[in-house]
């Protein structure tokens, strides 16, 4: 199991669905000329780590958020991993549609009944989803993995717990899923189909990330999931009973 980091100090909240920004990426360091310190010669170059490639692009955005990075299933084909055999967090949420500056969208409210509080939300008739998140790493097209949180409804959920019960399968963090959805709105459909490492590299082209390079990605707890403020659910809440 990787050592859990608190979320908390490094990642205050989830990634709305919609949100993309990022901080910006360290300067690069500046150009040298021609005339090298003396002794600079025998010095090996440094390796570069720049990577190209579509599935590199997105793991440099999410890697220079200060966000918490959910991750979303596509009708495109993904390769995940489990990096633990359970849930790190099972709580409740509101989605509620909200105008944007991009125009309607729906945005995600912890509900404060999670801490034992009343909620606004719920006060109006806005009814939560159950969310059960896991510590998923997202394997790139190059085998580089990246943390991200998997945030399961019930639906989904229904097919993960399923999998932990398959002794073939158990546990969920042995080997690897191809994930993806397909269809619209209530129609949607999730697939999860569990692969073997050796047939990342056989039949994907893909080379599994080491043990180490997993266990250097950490893992999120509970501290990531923030109570949201009275104040603001009770000015949702409003907007939504003026609507009626």
């Known amino acids: 199991m990787?050592?859990?980091?608190?979320?908390?100090?490094q990642i205050p909240r989830v990634q709305d669905e919609d949100d993309d920004e990022a901080t910006p990426p360290p300067a690069p360091a500046a150009a040298t000329n021609g005339d090298a310190d003396e002794g600079d010669d025998d010095e090996a170059p440094p390796t570069a780590t720049i990577r190209r490639g579509m599935s590199a692009?997105?793991?440099?955005?999410?890697?220079?958020?200060?966000?918490?990075?959910?991750?979303?299933?596509?009708?495109?084909?993904?390769?995940?991993?489990?990096?633990?055999?359970?849930?790190?967090?099972?709580?409740?949420?509101?989605?509620?549609?909200?105008?944007?500056?991009?125009?309607r969208a729906n945005r995600s409210y912890n509900c404060l009944k999670n801490w034992g509080k009343t909620c606004p939300l719920c006060e109006v008739g806005d009814k939560p989803q159950a969310v059960v998140a896991f510590n998923i790493a997202l394997i790139g097209d190059d085998g580089v993995a990246i943390l991200k949180t998997l945030d399961a409804g019930p639906k989904l959920f229904g097919i993960i717990e399923?999998?932990?019960?398959?002794?073939?399968?158990?546990?969920?963090?042995?080997?690897?899923?191809?994930?993806?959805?397909?269809?619209?709105?209530?129609?949607?459909n999730y697939q999860l189909v569990p692969?073997?490492?050796?047939?990342?590299?056989?039949?994907?082209?893909?080379?599994?990330?080491?043990?180490?390079?997993?266990?250097?990605?950490?893992?999120?707890?509970t501290d990531i999931i923030t109570m949201p403020k009275t104040k603001d659910l009770e000015g949702i809440a409003a907007e939504i009973a003026d609507e009626y």
């Open 162 to 188: 399923n999998y932990a019960r398959d002794p073939k399968v158990a546990p969920l963090s042995k080997g690897y899923f191809l994930a993806s959805k397909s269809g619209k709105g209530g129609t949607v």
């Open 2 to 9: 990787p050592p859990t980091k608190r979320a908390a100090r």
């Open 57 to 103: 692009a997105r793991q440099v955005i999410d890697s220079t958020s200060s966000f918490a990075q959910a991750f979303k299933l596509t009708e495109q084909i993904q390769v995940i991993k489990f990096l633990e055999d359970d849930s790190y967090a099972n709580y409740t949420r509101h989605w509620i549609e909200r105008q944007t500056p991009t125009g």
């Open 195 to 221: 692969i073997k490492a050796h047939s990342l590299s056989d039949d994907y082209d893909i080379d599994a990330p080491s043990d180490d390079e997993l266990k250097k990605l950490g893992a999120y707890d």
